[in-house]
């Protein structure tokens, strides 16, 4: 199996979300988007406008985020989060749905709440992927494991007319024995179990973790669609150093282990 430069950039959704960054800084990273030709940037609310200035004639698309990144505010402000973002040009949405609530099993508010931001979005000819924050599931929740719960919300998010479903934030810090936090994002357990919940009619998007070339393959190995990313550059590089070096090799899928990113 052979995969273009193309196939791999097509991929990355690089992401403009950390708090630090400024409008310099967001500026740039339109630009090194544009420039690596990847699918598209996921930027802050209030710059959505401006990066589609930014993007326009590069073929690469403005999303960005809604609820983020706790999920924590209610089902209206990200209904209206999310017609704010497509009237400024986003066409694509990551969403975080209310994890309160689907730890305590509350279907209904979750799958109304995710419904909502979805007809808001296709009205507007947008796409949405959902993020479920699976750092924070693996416990379980609502009387189910934690793989229970991510195959139910999974089913769930594709009821409410889903695009994606998706592993992570990237901010989704739990804290560690050592008193500490850190997270795992997308784990190659996690893609799997996801991709296997949902139907074709719903694609998978990693995110959290996923810096170097080799993670960009497993992921795809395993049925995503995109990955959010902000080392865009060190792995399309990466894919062009080893095209020159006679050494590009894709991994085959079975080689694939069970960690993190």
Known sequence: MTLSYEELASMIDHSLLHPTLTDADLQAGCALAARYRVASVCIKPYAVAQAVEWLEGTGVAVGTVVGFPHGSSSPESKWR??????????????????????????????????????????????????????????????????????????????????????????????????????????????????????????????????????????????????CGATATAAMLDEYQRRVAAGTWVVPAASGLGGGGY
């Not at 979750?110 to 992927?129: D, L, P, S």
């Not at 810090?173 to 949902?198: C, I, S, W």
């Open 81 to 226: 989060e999310t017609d704010l973002a497509c009237a400024d040009g986003a066409t694509e949405i990551d969403m975080v749905i209310n994890i309160g609530k689907a730890l305590g099993g509350d279907w209904e508010f979750v799958e109304a709440e995710i419904r909502g931001v979805c007809e808001i979005a296709h009205r507007h000819g947008a796409r949405v992927k959902v993020i479920l924050e699976n750092d924070y599931l693996g416990g379980g929740g609502a009387g189910l494991s934690g793989d229970e719960l991510k195959r139910t919300l999974c089913q769930r998010c594709e009821s409410a007319g889903a695009d994606w479903v998706k592993t992570s934030t990237g901010f989704g810090f739990v804290k560690q024995p050592g008193g500490g936090y850190n997270y795992e994002g997308a784990t190659e357990h996690d893609l799997a179990l996801m991709r296997a919940a949902v139907s074709e009619n719903v694609q998978v998007k990693a995110a959290g973790g996923v810096r170097d070339l080799d993670g960009l393959l497993r992921v795809r190995a395993l049925g995503a669609s995109r």
